[in-house]
């Protein structure tokens, strides 16, 4: 069984990655094949999982035994913490023995019926793979978009959904990233288009509900392949963010969600070895860099005053010991993810007043 030859590759070109950074072969490149039709690749995949059924054979038992005892530390209608979002609140959950969640929001009102907003095992029953990237309700409460990938190379498409009918929308834009971001005006999208043959995230463009994708319009397009794009909303909800980063630089623009022209502005230009995060709550902005901060500092800063460093104020100081890893701002505190002494912590940090951490009950949490 041991001696069992693995399969023989098939001859295929190589593929040669350029970026400031050099050049790189993908050694796997011989396996795309967009159409999932090529024989040879084909039959090669089947001999790999044939070598693999053989070369696991002796541990099928085991193997079984492991995933029921997983499966049985599991929840088994698992479900998340409800998120109260614009007078409404916001969960997943997932069915016993289902694979995917159901997306559900109800009401911020006494005996409020809880609505199923997505059923995902229902969408995935529909294709060969499925996964749920973002979705975002409209600003006005109505309308549900949200992004899938049915092929499993995180290619999504983007579809809206009208929540008091359940209809689809007939606006589809395929190849997009699954981040994606409203307007006020609750009739545009900000998205982010993919490059088809490296899936990097290329452009930003923004679509209006109703009309032809091919005349949505650019606002940022990205030519440095080594840096990758996003879109957001920010916790404020008077911004809309588009983040280009890279391993080690990062460059963020803001504009008004309001702004009907969609003026974007550049937060701080993008600089080798500065990393930095975005976001705005209580009229500022909030920024974890590493700005003569080794191991990254979160500040704050007023709109405007961006371009001025001097102006940027600590709110949770550099610590040559600490490294801030994440945050999340609220409207009376900052949540930080740390790590120091080889162990992860939550701080909770008020605007005004001592920062404390979250209690674990094992010391090597």
């Known amino acids: 069984m041991r001696n069992t030859p693995a399969p023989p590759r098939p001859a295929r070109r190589r593929h040669i990655v350029v970026s400031p950074f050099g050049e790189r072969e993908d050694p796997y490149y011989w396996l795309r094949d967009d159409t999932r039709s090529d024989p040879e690749i084909l039959a090669h995949l089947a001999a790999e999982n044939a070598y693999t059924e053989a070369m696991l054979e002796h541990c099928r038992d085991e193997i079984a035994q492991l995933y029921e005892e997983i499966a049985g530390r599991l929840e088994p209608d698992a479900a998340s913490v409800p998120v109260r979002f614009r007078g409404y609140w916001y969960r997943a959950r997932y069915r016993p023995g289902s694979e995917h969640p159901l997306i559900l929001r ?8 809880e609505r199923v907003l997505l059923d995902c095992e229902a969408l995935a029953a529909q294709h060969a793979f499925f996964q749920l990237g973002d979705h975002e309700p409209s600003p006005d409460n109505e309308l549900l978009a949200y992004t899938e990938d049915t092929i499993g190379r995180r290619q ?15 606006d589809i834009i395929e190849n997009v990233e699954s981040c994606i971001a409203w307007t006020d005006d609750s009739r545009r999208i900000l998205y982010v288009e993919k490059d088809p ?19 949505d319009e650019v606002l940022y397009e990205e030519h440095d392949e080594s840096f990758d794009l996003s879109v957001s909303r920010s916790k404020s909800e008077r911004y809309l963010f588009i983040g280009a980063e890279s391993t080690t630089s990062s460059e963020w623009r803001y504009a008004a969600a309001d702004d009907p022209a969609l003026r ?22 909030i920024v974890r ?20 460093h001097a102006r940027w104020r600590d709110v949770v100081p550099h610590d040559t010991q600490v490294f801030v890893q994440d945050f999340e701002a609220f409207r009376t ?24 951490y979250v209690a674990a009950d094992d010391p090597a949490y």
């Open 106 to 113: 109800r009401r911020d009102a006494p005996d409020a019926e």
């Open 156 to 170: 999504y498409r983007l579809r809206v959904r009208h929540i008091a009918s359940g209809e689809l929308l007939p």
């Open 197 to 215: 043959v490296t899936l990097l995230g290329r452009r930003v463009r923004c679509h209006t509900l109703g009309t032809p994708v091919a005349e």
């Open 264 to 285: 974007f502005e550049v937060f701080a230009a993008r600089e080798a070895h500065h990393e930095y995060q975005l976001e705005h709550i209580e009229n500022r902005f």
């Open 289 to 308: 860099t590493n700005w003569l901060a080794e191991n990254f500092r979160i500040v704050s800063v007023a709109p405007g005053e961006e371009g001025e």
């Open 333 to 356: 505190f900052l949540a930080v993810s740390e790590r120091s002494a080889g162990l992860s912590r939550l701080r909770i940090q008020p605007w005004d007043g001592p920062a404390h």
